[in-house]
């Protein structure tokens, strides 16, 4: 399988080169376009109705896009949202990422969701997709993408609606903008993601759950 990706930073599009017999897997609604070649099947998300469910809580769809080659041939697929997309080579590790950061990768990639209500609830932790193996993995991100590497020991707080992914030798945590509850509500913050060092965090320019706010002052209310 050969990759390239197009149109950065903000309309990018990722074009997938699969040789016969190769198959490559996506979210559910990500194509673009395809080659005649390329068989497209739709596949459920996670084991069995509980499997889907916690799936879905950690931002993936019930669905996804399993595409298959009979003969050489291309797929393009985008992100939901303008913006950038990550690519990296898992090599055994594991990647944490934001529900709905997963765009597409090797079939051999293991997906799963990391989380629990009572750990929300109690502000230690978040719904997170959970990304092992080996193979190719594309994140999507919206607008664009900076990388910030971590020391050991080294903290770092990002913005939760800003956070894509983090190694798996980073730590983290949830906490308020801000010290006190209305200074992290005037400051027009929410929680934030204090991580620990050493490893790599990926971090988007914009935040999605911001737009939609700012979209819905705009929506005339009825009456």
């Not at 080579?89 to 969701?113: D, H, M, N, R, W």
């Not at 009572?118 to 609830?121: A, D, E, P, R």
């Not at 509850?181 to 934030?192: A, I, N, P, R």
């Given at each position: 399988m050969e990759y390239k990706i197009e149109n950065r930073p903000v309309f990018t599009t990722l074009q997938v080169q699969l040789t016969s017999g190769e198959t490559f897997k996506?979210?559910?609604g990500a194509m673009v376009s395809m080659s005649t070649s390329i068989e497209l099947k739709s596949r459920t998300t996670g084991k069995g109705l509980?499997?889907?469910f916690k799936a879905a809580i950690g931002g993936e769809g019930f669905f996804s896009s399993e595409f298959s080659a009979s003969s050489p041939g291309e797929v393009v697929l985008a992100p939901p949202v303008p913006g950038d997309i990550i690519d990296m080579?898992?090599?055994?590790?594991?990647?944490?990422?934001?529900?709905?950061?997963?765009?597409?990768?090797?079939?051999?990639?293991?997906?799963?969701?990391?989380g629990s209500l009572?750990?929300?609830?109690s502000g230690e932790g978040l719904f997170l997709q959970k990304i092992s193996g080996r193979g190719d993995?594309?994140?999507s991100c919206y607008g664009a993408v900076s990388i910030k590497e971590l020391d050991a020991g080294e903290t770092y707080i990002v913005d939760t609606g800003h956070m894509v992914a983090f190694e798996e030798t980073v730590n983290y945590k949830i906490r308020k903008a801000a010290k006190g509850?209305?200074?992290?509500?005037?400051?027009?913050?929410?929680?934030?993601c204090e991580f620990s060092g050493p490893g790599k965090v990926w971090i988007q320019s914009r935040n999605i759950k911001g737009f939609a706010a700012l979209i819905a002052k705009l929506v005339p209310s009825k009456g």
């Open positions: 996506a979210e559910a509980g499997g889907m080579k898992i090599s055994g590790q594991t990647v944490f990422c934001q529900g709905g950061a997963y765009l597409a990768g090797s079939p051999e990639l293991e997906l799963s969701t990391q009572k750990g929300l609830v993995l594309f994140l509850l209305m200074s992290t509500v005037l400051s027009g913050e929410g929680l934030t």
